[in-house]
């Protein structure tokens, strides 16, 4: 308890110290459960140092922030594999038709600055799909995955396995 206590209090202290937070302590806050704040990223990575950003109040935008058509490049700088598949997913190919849908982009499934939870983001499919053929609720061959939706269909090319 006291080491949990411990680790709350530094979390809190490293929140309130970063550079962003003045402004954004609640986005600095959720950065830190992330996998990414684990492995020594900061928000550099995805804006850039934005220095006259922050020394402008906001009023000069950040030097970076991906349009939600261009996550998937943002994130393929270190993620081939997954941005390769996304972009042949019906997802990723929805930016590129000429209907204006609302698609799901890497971050609209596993979140900006916190990781979603496994179970939400079943939830969060079945805000866009919300009536699905009787074929999804099929018993599934393998269940491997933290994603009940992904027992059938691939992660991230969506493509239903054979198996
Ligand atoms: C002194 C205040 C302040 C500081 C410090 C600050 N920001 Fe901001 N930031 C703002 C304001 C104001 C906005 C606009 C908010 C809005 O539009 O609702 C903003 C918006 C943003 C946005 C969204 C821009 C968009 O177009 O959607 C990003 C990304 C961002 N800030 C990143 C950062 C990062 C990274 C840092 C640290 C390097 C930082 N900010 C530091 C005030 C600040
Ligand atoms: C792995 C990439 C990534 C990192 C790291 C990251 N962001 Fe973001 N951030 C994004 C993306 C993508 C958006 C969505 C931009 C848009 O509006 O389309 C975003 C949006 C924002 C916004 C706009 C409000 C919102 O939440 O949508 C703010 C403010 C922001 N980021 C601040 C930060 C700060 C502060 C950090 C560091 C603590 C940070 N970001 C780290 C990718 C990142
Ligand atoms: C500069 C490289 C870099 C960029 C850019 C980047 N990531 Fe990561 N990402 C990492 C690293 C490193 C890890 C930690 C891997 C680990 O711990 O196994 C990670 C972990 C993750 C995880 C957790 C995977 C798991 O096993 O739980 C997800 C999800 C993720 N990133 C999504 C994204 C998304 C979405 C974007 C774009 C908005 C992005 N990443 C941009 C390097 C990056
Ligand atoms: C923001 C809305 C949104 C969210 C969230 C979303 N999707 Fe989608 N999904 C779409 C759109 C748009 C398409 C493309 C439809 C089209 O091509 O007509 C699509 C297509 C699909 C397809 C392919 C359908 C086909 O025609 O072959 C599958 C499978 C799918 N989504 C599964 C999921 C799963 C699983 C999740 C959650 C992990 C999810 N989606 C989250 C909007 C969303
Ligand atoms: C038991 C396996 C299975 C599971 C679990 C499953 N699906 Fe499916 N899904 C399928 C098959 C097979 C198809 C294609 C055949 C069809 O359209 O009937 C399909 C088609 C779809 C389509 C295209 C529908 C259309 O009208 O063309 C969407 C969207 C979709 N699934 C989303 C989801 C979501 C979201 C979940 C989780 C809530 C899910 N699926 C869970 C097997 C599954
Ligand atoms: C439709 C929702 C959805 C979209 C869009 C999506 N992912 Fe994922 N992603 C998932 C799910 C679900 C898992 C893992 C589920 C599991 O463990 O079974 C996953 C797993 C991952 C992992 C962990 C490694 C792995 O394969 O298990 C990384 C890294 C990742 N995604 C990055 C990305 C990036 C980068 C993008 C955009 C190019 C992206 N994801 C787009 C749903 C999505």
């Known amino acids: 308890m006291a080491l949990v206590l411990f ?22 806050a959720d950065f830190q459960s992330h996998k990414h704040a684990k492995n020594n990223m900061d ?3 995805c804006h850039g140092a934005s220095e006259k950003h922050r020394t402008s109040v906001g009023n000069v935008p950040p030097d970076q922030v991906a349009a939600p058509s261009e996550v998937s490049k943002l994130c393929g700088n270190c993620h081939l594999a997954e941005k390769q598949q996304y972009e042949q997913s019906p997802h990723g190919r929805a930016y590129a038709s000429e209907k204006k849908v609302k698609t799901a982009n890497c971050n609209t499934c596993h979140g900006h600055h916190a990781l979603r939870s496994w179970a939400k983001q079943v939830e969060n ?39």
């Open 7 to 28: 680790l709350f209090a530094a979390l809190s202290v490293f929140a309130q110290e970063h550079r962003c937070a003045a402004c954004h302590a609640e986005t600095v």
């Open 43 to 45: 928000c550099g990575i």
């Open 125 to 163: 499919c079945q805000r866009c799909h919300t009536t699905l053929p009787a074929s999804c609720k099929a018993q599934p061959t393998s269940v491997n995955t933290r994603v009940a939706c992904m027992s059938c269909h691939a992660r991230h090319t969506l493509a239903v396995s054979s198996r």
